[in-house]
């Protein structure tokens, strides 16, 4: 059973009066070239150059700022990668919070040091062999903290969702929109805010193929877990759906698709050389995803979120180098 619940574009639409004047509303750009290769219209909605570098600071904010008195002063507690630990450490630090965050070893070593540099306390572990959710449980009990996971929460999706709101706000109806697709909190708020906005807008996820635990789930009908996968897109390596994105992503989403770490590396040059951004790998499956099918799009107008720009840059170079 899904959960009782579940947030609603109205929530989506609270969430952007509670992050208003704290999240940044970012650019929406285009490419000519891209544009001709397709015949298509693409419009990005680019959260790399939102606050801490990724969109996950919108759920983070939204999420923290609802917290009573006594969860403000006990602090909050979560599991993440890299980028929903920066938006916690954030948002946290913003509001006055103390926050702890359960990272693995090897995130990227940027991630890391960024959040400690907001501010929170880094408790490390190994993403193959141990189990994040249970040691931030563990810690949530024995300090009394509030546990915020990285997707699988109503606050979490609904500021999330501001993404496509702000991006449909911008461009009008649309065909179809592209969201990258790890837990599915950015899916499946975005999903809520393009059936409200743009109802006849085919929603899509795009998960790296080594990741489709979410393709997966959504042709069998209920949650498939699979092991940690192996991808360059670490921002998408979870292992299963929440319930609550889950029953979102049922309810509202058209079809998820996959692309090849091959496609995710193109597409950071393409980003790079064309429109002089830095875009993490993650950030680059929507795109990834348009190359992989190319006939598909033409003469449509396609929205395709850009998740974050928070790479090592030593590791962005190697990539880049790549032939």
């Given at each position: 059973m899904p959960p009782a619940d579940l947030p609603t574009y109205a929530d989506v639409e609270a969430a952007a009066q509670r992050i208003q004047g704290h999240a940044h509303r970012t650019p929406v750009l285009t490419s000519h070239t891209l544009d001709q290769a397709l015949g298509a219209e693409v419009f990005f909605k680019c959260e790399n150059f939102q606050r801490m570098g990724a969109f996950k600071f919108r759920g983070a904010f939204n999420t923290l700022a609802q917290f009573d008195e006594q969860q403000r002063r006990r602090g909050v507690v979560t599991f993440s990668s890299g980028n929903h630990a920066q938006?916690?450490?954030?948002?946290?630090?913003?509001?006055?919070?103390?926050?702890?965050?359960?990272?693995?070893?090897?995130?990227?070593?940027?991630?890391?040091?960024?959040?400690?540099?907001?501010?929170?306390?880094?408790?490390?572990?190994?993403?193959?062999?141990?189990?994040?959710?249970?040691?931030?449980?563990?810690?949530?009990?024995?300090?009394?903290?509030?546990?915020?996971p990285p997707y699988d929460h109503p606050g979490v999706v609904a500021g999330q969702g501001t993404v496509a709101k702000e991006l449909i706000e911008h461009t009008g109806p649309l065909?179809?929109?592209?969201?990258?697709?790890?837990?599915?909190?950015?899916?499946?708020?975005?999903?809520?805010?393009?059936?409200?906005?743009?109802?006849?807008?085919?929603?899509?996820g795009v998960e790296p193929e080594a990741a489709n635990d979410g393709q997966q789930s959504l042709r069998a009908g209920r949650i498939v877990r699979i092991d940690t996968p192996h991808t360059l897109a670490d921002g998408a390596q979870t292992q299963y759906l929440g319930n609550y994105t889950f029953a979102l992503i049922r309810k509202l989403v058209d079809d998820i698709l996959t692309a090849p770490d091959a496609g995710l590396v193109r597409a950071m040059r393409f980003f790079a050389e064309r429109m002089k951004m830095v875009v993490e790998p993650t950030g680059c499956l929507g795109l990834a995803a348009l190359w992989e099918q190319p006939e598909a799009w033409r003469g449509k107008r396609i929205g395709v979120v850009i998740t974050g720009g928070n790479v090592d840059l030593a590791r962005y170079a190697q990539l880049l180098a790549q032939d």
């Open positions: 938006g916690i450490a954030l948002a946290a630090r913003t509001l006055g919070i103390p926050a702890t965050i359960v990272m693995p070893h090897d995130a990227p070593a940027a991630k890391i040091a960024a959040t400690r540099g907001y501010g929170a306390t880094v408790v490390g572990y190994d993403r193959y062999s141990e189990d994040r959710a249970a040691i931030g449980q563990t810690l949530a009990e024995q300090h009394g903290l509030t546990l915020v065909d179809t929109l592209l969201v990258p697709l790890g837990g599915g909190g950015l899916l499946s708020g975005c999903a809520l805010a393009a059936r409200t906005l743009s109802p006849a807008c085919q929603v899509l």
